[in-house]
């Protein structure tokens, strides 16, 4: 269930997001610092780094950066920070750094949800690792429609979502594209 909210917030924020944004019309909180940026190369991936997330990839399409400052709200993230696509094959590349309202408390507590399987049902496959020094964890998804792979890197009081999503007819040709896709990130301190 947990998957497919949040495929679902990934397709809003990819795709109508982008739109809106075009129109001149943002969903309250958001800043669109770029739209269909970033120039390919010759293997189809572009160069992308954050405006405000302190972190860059690489990612095989022109790519949306976009922060959510959801500080007035009551809520458990203070801001986001993401860089992501919908290809046109409808498979989707996004990457956000979550700052939490109460710090590096609350990133380890969903930290260790994610990494306990907390949520994500008895067909998610997740494997614990360390990333670049980080404790990470990769949760596998996948339901009739749609198939998905997750990485959760834990900083010190942040933590970053990466995912990638595609039509269940497409999944067996999307490893290679996680793995180039999981490994390119690169972290500021911040």
């Given amino acids: ?10 397709s809003l924020a990819l ?3 982008a739109a809106s944004a075009q129109q001149g019309q943002l969903p309250a909180g958001m800043t669109m610092h770029r739209i269909q940026a970033g120039t ?3 293997n189809g991936w572009a160069p992308a780094s954050s405006t405000g997330g302190g972190f860059s990839l690489k ?24 860089v992501g696509c919908l290809r046109q094959d409808q498979r989707k590349f996004s990457a956000t ?17 994610n990494a306990s399987g907390e949520g994500w049902g008895k067909d998610a496959e997740l494997k614990k690792l360390t990333f670049k020094g980080k ?3 990769d949760v596998t998804v996948k339901n009739a429609e749609r198939c998905g792979v997750l990485r959760y890197v834990l900083l010190q009081a942040d933590m970053i979502m990466m995912a ?4 269940v007819a497409t999944c067996e040709g999307l490893k290679a594209q996680v793995v180039e896709f999981f490994g390119s990130l690169n972290v500021e301190a911040q």
Avoid at 97 to 105: L, S, T
Avoid at 164 to 167: D, K
């Fill in 135 to 137: 404790p990470a964890v």
């Fill in 97 to 113: 750094r979550f700052q939490y309202r109460n710090g590096a408390k609350a990133a380890k507590e969903y930290f260790d949800r």
């Fill in 40 to 42: 390919l190369d010759a």
């Fill in 15 to 17: 795709g109508s997001v």
């Fill in 59 to 82: 990612i095989p399409c022109t790519f949306n950066d976009f922060t959510m400052d959801q500080s007035a709200a009551n809520s458990i993230v203070l801001k986001s920070h993401t």
């Fill in 164 to 167: 990638v999503e595609a039509p």
């Fill in 1 to 10: 269930m947990r998957a497919l909210l949040l495929f679902l917030g990934i």
